[in-house]
């Protein structure tokens, strides 16, 4: 059994922290709140669960809690710990350090080679990235899930890992 990473974008980052006028997302009939975020954190936790938090993702929602019309210290001051966690490695955080290696200067030019086309298909820079990160974990044999509430997002997580079909009870036979 492949242990799980649970890679958390801007989005659901956003609605995790409460951040005003982003504290929902997702579209109709897939709407995303602080209860389902903390659920669906919590369950994936229970199950042994590592958060990953993309370098991209804080740094879009540092920028939105800078901008936004609430208690703005508050909110960077929970961004701040969770990314001290992320920095640490505390679990149940990856350590942030491993996603280190995808901004080389290898990998960002083959980001930069890589993302105009997908630009094209109005993918932003930091989707790219996020995407990057998510595909980063399962080469490395993790089972991975982009929790976000961005369809384009998900469409460019890694395909889930199919399930292994039980063999029969050859007892029986």
Same mark, same amino acid.
């Given at each position: ?11 659901? $980052? ?6 005003? +006028? ?11 709140? +602080? ?9 994936? !936790? ?22 936004? &019309? ?11 710990? $969770? ?12 350590? %942030?350090?491993?996603? &280190? ?9 083959? $980001? ?7 630009? &094209? ?14 595909? %980063?974990?399962?080469?490395?044999? %993790?089972?991975?899930?982009? !929790? ?5 997002? +998900?469409? $460019? ?17």
């Amino acid at each position: 059994m492949s242990r799980t990473v649970l890679v958390i974008d801007t989005s659901i $980052l956003c609605v995790w922290l409460e951040v005003p +006028k982003l504290d929902t997302c997702g579209p109709e009939g897939d709407k995303w709140d +602080k209860a389902r975020v903390d659920d669906t954190i919590q369950d994936h !936790l229970d199950q042994g669960a590592t958060i990953v938090l993309p370098l991209a993702g804080v740094i879009e929602t540092g920028n939105h809690i800078a901008q936004c &019309s609430g208690d703005r210290f508050a909110l960077a001051s929970k961004l701040g710990e $969770l990314l001290r966690n992320a920095l640490d490695g505390t679990v149940p955080y990856a350590a %942030f350090a491993e996603q &280190s290696v995808l901004w080389d200067a290898t990998q960002l030019r083959k $980001l930069a080679e890589q993302w105009p086309p997908q630009a &094209s298909r109005k993918i932003s820079l930091a989707d790219a990235t996020i995407s990057d990160v998510a595909q %980063f974990y399962e080469a490395r044999g %993790f089972k991975v899930e982009l !929790l976000t509430g961005d369809q384009g997002l +998900k469409a $460019l997580a890694p395909p889930a890992a199919p399930q292994p079909i039980p063999r029969r009870n050859r007892s029986r036979l």
